[in-house]
């Protein structure tokens, strides 16, 4: 026994960083764990083994992967100071983003996991927040409020209908879309979406969307590919334009 106590204190670091992987994901694998942790299959099946001798609720998908029991919660995770001054640079430049519902809901989760912070971190992020200035030079006015739901549609494939408005028209479309990425260029959030009214993928600036609604009707997965789609799109410059650089 006296053998075995050094040997577990080695392993208790890779058993909690394991436990914490599962809870932030939904299944992971055997493979992806020992690849991040260096050691071999065979010891992340004997890790998964002590997790399970210890009561925590480890379920195994053949063929699959990993996952935690639904409703199984851990022990506060205690950040390092770097993560934690990485959280509060990520929330310093979302508020740049315009987006007042991503905003609203990552300010309510930045107060649940500066909950966890041990005080002196705190303290320490606190006035870091203070020190990281995010500018602006953009003069449009790009605000938008409809990002938060648009993820929740994005993850949960439902349908959304919208009244789009474009770049200097006064006229506004109605559009049913079936929302698959989104991504952010010179502070807009353009959304990458399948328009039925013409049957292709279109990219809609979330800011021109005046009135949108998600459905409670589910489209089937068409399994859009942002590099890809952007490949493709090169392509059909080149194909048009040339390697003239100047053009696309």
């Known amino acids: 026994m006296v053998l075995a106590i050094p040997m577990f204190m080695n392993q208790l670091p890779r058993l909690i960083s394991i436990l914490t992987l599962l809870k932030s994901k939904r299944v992971i694998t055997s493979t992806e764990l020992s690849e991040k942790f260096d050691v071999s299959v065979r010891t992340i099946y004997r890790d998964i083994r002590k997790l399970e001798e210890a009561g925590v609720p480890v379920i195994t998908i053949e063929g699959v992967g990993y996952s935690l029991m639904d409703g199984y919660t851990v022990a506060p995770v205690q950040f390092s100071e770097k993560e934690a001054n990485a959280l509060i640079t990520a929330h310093q430049i979302v508020k740049g983003s315009k987006d007042e519902s991503l905003l609203s809901d990552l300010e309510e989760a930045m107060v649940k996991i500066k909950s966890v912070f041990r005080s002196s971190i705190l303290e320490k992020s606190e006035a870091l927040s203070k020190q990281i200035h995010i500018f602006d030079t953009t003069r449009e006015n790009i605000n938008s409020n409809a990002l938060s739901e648009i993820q929740l549609a994005i993850t949960n494939l439902n349908y959304i209908e919208i009244n789009y408005r474009k770049a200097d028209d006064p006229n506004i479309s109605f ?74």
């Open 175 to 248: 559009r049913k879309i079936e929302p698959y990425a989104i991504l952010s260029t010179n502070q807009k959030w353009i959304l990458m979406a399948w328009c039925h009214l013409r049957n292709e993928y279109r990219a809609f600036r979330v800011d021109r969307i005046q009135h949108f609604k998600i459905l409670q009707d589910k489209f089937e997965d068409r399994k859009f590919n942002l590099q890809a789609y952007f490949e493709e799109e090169r392509k059909r410059y080149r194909e048009k334009f040339g390697d003239d650089p100047n053009c696309y």
